[in-house]
T-cell receptor
Framework: RKEVEQDPGPFNVPEGATVAFNCTYS??????FFWYRQDCRKEPKLLMS???SGNEDGRFTAQLNRASQYISLLIRDSKLSDSATYLC???????????FGSGTRLQVQP | DTEVTQTPKHLVMGMTNKKSLKCEQH?????MYWYKQKAKKPPELMFV???????INESVPSRFSPECPNSSLLNLHLHALQPEDSALYLC???????????????FGSGTQLSVL
């Protein structure tokens, strides 16, 4: 089983749609969780950290479910500029490094 | 507008060449990383330096040799690479020692490497 698993997509959605991505992780000792965004041929950029209580940043909402070991990202009112690959990232203190999921590709269409 | 600077942006090299990738950050970060990313795959960790000491080597072949001359600089020396080593090489930094809770990575824009 992969340490961090994501649905690769692609998710093709119209502008204005709401879309949700899930990510599951295998290590119950994981402590920190992030969503990164990566545009084609560019570097990953931090989108948001994910906190136990859930957190929101504008149109983006992240949730963490420790009991079920998954995190989610909800994007409301999708924009064309949201088209990218969204990477779920989990910290593994045993390994002292971050582990990346394989990413979920989002294509927002006009 | 990344604060982690990588050079060169593109590199083409033959299998007998020796080249180096360079990375620089001036955010006072104490951990620096090399990742390798193939097309449509996630970044794969290669090396981590924490306080200028190599703390993680993910069983990377010896044809890749990292170097951390000081807290702001990270190099990756390349020698006798294979065509399958062609990839995007990403440098990243984080504030504290690697693996700290809440670590956030800041990536450079990468070096697109092609090995002929």
């Amino acid at each position: 089983r992969k340490e961090v698993e994501q649905d690769p997509g692609p998710f093709n959605v119209p502008e204005g749609a709401t879309v949700a991505f899930n990510c599951t992780y295998s290590n119950s000792a994981s402590q920190s969780f992030f969503w990164y965004r990566q545009d084609c041929r560019k570097e990953p950029k931090l989108l948001m950290s994910v906190y136990s209580s859930g957190n929101e940043d504008g149109r983006f909402t992240a949730q963490l479910n420790r009991a079920s070991q998954y995190i989610s990202l909800l994007i409301r009112d999708s924009k064309l500029s949201d088209s990218a690959t969204y990477l779920c990232v989990v910290s593994d203190t045993g390994r002292r490094a971050l582990t990346f999921g394989s990413g979920t590709r989002l294509q927002v269409q006009p | 507008d990344t604060e982690v600077t990588q050079t060169p942006k593109h590199l083409v090299m033959g299998m007998t060449n020796k080249k180096s990738l360079k990375c620089e950050q001036h955010m006072g970060h104490r951990a620096m990383y090399w990742y390798k990313q193939k097309a449509k795959k996630p970044p794969e960790l290669m090396f981590v330096y924490s306080y200028e000491k190599l703390s993680i080597n993910e069983s990377v072949p010896s044809r890749f040799s990292p170097e951390c001359p000081n807290s702001s600089l990270l190099n990756l020396h390349l020698h006798a690479l294979q065509p399958e080593d062609s990839a995007l090489y990403l440098c990243a930094s984080s504030q504290g020692p690697s693996g700290g809770v809440g670590e956030k990575l800041f990536f450079g824009s990468g070096t697109q490497l092609s090995v002929l």
